[in-house]
């Protein structure tokens, strides 16, 4: 008797992890998506900025930027939905506070960052201040919900908070980078295609690999400390 209960414990203790397995997993994955499509396709528009056609797509600049970042919301938020689905997250219990936060984290932080480079004049630098309003949403996030997570064992890591402190320390360069006026100009062939300030254009470049960069390292310490919990006594 007293084996089969030992037994049925470490069944459940097993259950236990494979859940939060599971759970860790499937933001692992989701930082990844996230991180690979929206950094990804404005890097491919930089890249256009710079190709021997852009003086034909020049007048459609701005619709082309904005339906890359709209496809790449779209298929991002498409994706990572699917792989919540398939791991089954969509069907846990979550609390109203922790549902909440969700939406809240990811629109009051950039609402504020963005008013506040406005009410400061401070248009060199709204190309990168989607960096700092990240972080704080990210850690917004790793404060309220992932908190509940971790507390209900779901998550076994705190990629959330990781990131967000990351992002936050990694926006002071980018911010200063982009806070140089400096006046630049592309040309073709001794024509200029477009002048812009050397500053902010190289200060997006450096945000957009900066959070590839981290978002590989907060998928891959999730993943491994998944991985040591379930598959390590």
Do not use: N
């Not at 084996?3 to 989701?30: G, P």
């Not at 779209?74 to 609390?95: D, I």
């Not at 969700?102 to 004049?121: E, T």
């Amino acid at each position: 008797m007293v084996e089969q209960v030992e037994e049925m414990a470490l069944v459940v203790d097993f259950t236990d992890k494979l859940r939060s397995y599971r759970t860790s997993l499937a933001f692992s994955y989701c930082f990844f998506i996230w991180s690979s499509i929206m950094m990804g396709l404005p890097l491919l528009h930089t890249a256009l900025m710079f190709s021997p056609w852009f003086p034909v797509i020049k007048p459609h600049g701005l619709y082309l930027l904005l339906g890359t970042l709209v496809a790449g919301l779209v298929a991002s938020l498409a994706l990572m939905f699917y792989v919540l689905a398939r791991f089954g997250l969509l069907s846990f219990p979550t609390p109203k506070a922790a549902a909440t936060s969700w939406s809240l984290s990811f629109s009051i932080p950039y609402g504020l960052v963005y008013s506040l480079l406005s009410a400061l004049g401070l248009w060199q630098l709204m190309p990168v201040a989607w960096c700092p309003a990240g972080g704080l949403a990210y850690l917004a996030i790793g404060l309220t919900a992932e908190r509940w997570l971790v507390r209900e064992r779901l998550l076994l890591a705190r990629p959330f908070l990781l990131m967000g402190t990351l992002a936050l320390f990694s926006s002071a360069p980018i911010l200063y980078l982009a806070s140089q006026a400096e006046e630049c100009t592309y040309s073709i062939g001794g024509v200029v295609v477009w002048s812009w300030l050397s500053g902010p254009l190289s200060a997006m470049i450096l945000a957009a690999a900066t959070y590839l960069l981290l978002t590989l390292a907060v998928s891959l310490y999730t993943f491994i400390r998944a991985e040591r919990a379930i598959f390590r006594p």
